[in-house]
């Protein structure tokens, strides 16, 4: 009974030192996930959301086929996106974004420097004629895109987006939100004329 009682006091004790130890943890614990979520989220801040990384990037452009936008000839395929380097622009006329990136486009086209094509994303088919024909049509095709499916396949988080697209129908870069001049000149075209040098 004697050697018990050790055993019960030496084991009280590392009991004691263990539930100290314990204590000391849980009172720092608060500090340590403070500290972990300050440094995400200080990580957060650096980073650009308009570069959001694609998981199509250096992917083939996924199969698809739409008809051409309401009142316009050629309707959009991923076979039209092979043989030579082009833009993909996702626009919609319920986009306020897409109305400033749109001269954009317009300069682009009397340029001829890269062909621009258009997917019509969720929009009804008179709307998006109506646009077009007022503020002009820099499409070399376009696809109505009228439930998103094909969006959707091309990762789409919203509109307006562009994609550079190579010779052999991989996307090769992607920009989230309106395109604006200096992205256009100095990172869109330069990656464009790059790969029309491959």
């Known amino acids: 009974m004697i ?7 030496m084991s009280g004790g590392g009991y004691v030192r263990a539930t100290g130890a314990r204590r000391s ?41 739409l008809d051409p936008v309401k009142g316009r000839a050629a309707g959009l395929a991923s076979s039209d996106l092979r043989g030579e380097v082009s833009l993909v622009n996702v626009f919609a006329s319920w ?15 009397s340029e001829g420097s890269v062909p621009l094509h258009g997917l019509n994303y969720k929009d009804r088919p008179d709307d998006a004629a109506r646009w077009l024909d007022e503020l002009g049509d820099p499409y070399t095709r376009t696809g109505a895109d009228l439930n998103g499916r094909v969006g959707i396949d091309w990762g789409v988080y ?13 996307i090769r870069h992607k920009v989230i939100g309106a395109v604006t001049r200096k992205t256009l000149e100095e990172k869109v075209l330069p990656l464009v004329r790059r790969l029309q040098a491959e």
Do not use: Y
């Open 95 to 109: 986009c306020t974004a897409c109305r400033n990136e749109h001269p954009l486009w317009m300069r682009l086209r």
């Open 25 to 65: 943890f849980a009172s720092f614990s608060p500090l340590l996930l403070f500290l972990g979520l300050a440094v995400l989220f200080g990580i957060g801040l650096t980073l650009n959301p308009r570069e959001i990384p694609s998981p199509l990037i250096e992917k083939s452009v996924p199969e698809f086929r």
């Open 3 to 9: 050697d018990d009682g050790n055993d019960r006091a």
């Open 158 to 170: 919203g509109v307006p987006e562009t994609f550079v697209v190579d010779r052999h129908g991989v």
